[in-house]
Nanobody, 122 residues
């Protein structure tokens, strides 16, 4: 699976932003997908994941209620809608493919996109 994330940008606190991740490869529709982020000087952290069918999601506590992960298997795309953005959401966001949406550690995901940068300003 090859992944290409896009949609990042510079926004103000409180704004919304949507990320998307286009996948190529026949296994997308059977893969769990996750979003992770990495802020400068920090380790990569889990943001959200979604089951291959779309019927099952997991969110990090820091984004629950503000972010929504979804997928369209017909378009081989996974999305991350981010609302009420905060300064601490500033990071490079990565999409990843793995075997289980219940996995929340980076080393549990096999394929990674190149990352898209999100900057939230005050």
């Amino acid at each position: 699976v090859q992944l290409q994330a896009c949609g990042g940008g510079l926004v103000q606190a409180g704004d919304s932003l949507g990320l998307s991740c286009a996948a190529s490869g026949r296994t997308f529709s059977t893969s769990a997908m996750g979003w992770f982020r990495q802020a400068p000087g920090k380790e990569r952290e889990f943001v959200a994941s979604i089951r291959w069918s779309g019927r099952g999601t997991v969110y990090a506590g820091s984004v629950k209620g503000r972010f929504t992960i979804s997928r369209d298997n017909a378009k081989n795309t996974v999305y991350l809608q981010m609302n009420s953005l905060k300064l601490e959401d500033t990071a490079v966001y990565y999409c990843a493919a793995g075997s289980s949406y219940l996995n929340t550690r980076p080393n549990e995901y096999n394929y990674w996109g190149q990352g898209t940068e999100v900057t939230v300003s005050s």
